[in-house]
């Protein structure tokens, strides 16, 4: 079975900086596209960032675009996200989430994804 457990979420301050983390399998890793996800109380669930499954191409919303990265560690089975410059309307529940289809265009539409991770908090106060 998937499985994808997030960490790194916390409080920080307008500004800061935060690396999230999804630890999942080897398996996973090499059959499915992996996508970060953010949902704010009272609004739907967004596409933030995601890295293709065979050659690593990276997307991003525009709301975060040179602020947030995206990697993938194979050795450690891990997908990170490095926030950097956050504001507090990034305040929100980050999901990392695993992809088996992985078409090009679709990687930040949360109905694409198959599997999820239970989610990690991050509070930007201004």
């Known amino acids: 079975q998937v499985q994808l457990v997030e960490s790194g979420g916390g409080s920080v301050q307008s500004g800061s900086s935060l690396r999230l983390s999804c630890a999942t399998s080897a398996r996973t890793l090499h059959y499915h596209a992996i996508g970060w996800f953010r949902q704010a109380p009272g609004k739907e669930r967004e596409g933030v960032s995601a890295?293709?499954?065979?050659?690593?191409?990276?997307y991003y919303a525009d709301s975060v675009k040179g602020r947030f990265t995206i990697s993938r560690d194979n050795a450690k089975n891990t997908v990170y996200l490095q926030m950097n410059s956050l504001k507090p309307e990034d305040t929100a529940v980050y999901y990392c989430a695993a992809d088996a289809e992985d078409v090009p265009g679709t990687l930040l539409l949360p109905a694409e994804y198959d599997y999820w991770g239970q989610g990690t908090q991050v509070t930007v106060s201004s």
């Open positions: 890295i293709s499954r065979d050659y690593g191409t990276t």
